[in-house]
Nanobody, 116 residues
């Protein structure tokens, strides 16, 4: 069984920062890609950022200059540093992991609310 445990969401004022974390554990093949998606009310889930085991990143244009994705040395925990948050960043953020067997795993989601 695979577990993705997310943390770090919350309420922040516009211009503020948050750091999301997602720790992967359980029985799975070696992790190929980790990352984050988000879903705002009434909208489809969208990619925020991905990072491969080689360290290659793919970040949405809308957050490219404000969000940074990284992993720990073991590459089992993925982080999303979010700076200069905007109201439109409000969403449920989901951790995503794909292993070498091309199995996809999702976290339970963590709420990020940007509001004054």
């Amino acid at each position: 069984q695979v577990q993705l445990v997310e943390s770090g969401g919350g309420l922040v004022q516009p211009g503020g920062s948050l750091r999301l974390s997602c720790a992967a554990s359980g029985t799975m093949r070696r992790i190929l890609t980790m990352g984050w998606y988000r879903q705002a009310p009434g909208k489809q889930r969208e990619l925020v950022a991905l990072i491969t085991e080689a360290g290659t990143t793919n970040t949405a244009d809308s957050v490219l200059d404000r969000f940074t994705i990284s992993t720990d040395n073991a590459k089992t925990t993925v982080y999303l540093q979010m700076n200069s948050l905007k109201v439109e960043d409000t969403a449920v953020y989901y951790c995503y992991v794909q292993d070498r067997g091309l199995m996809n795993y999702w976290g339970q989601g963590t709420q990020v609310t940007v509001s004054s």
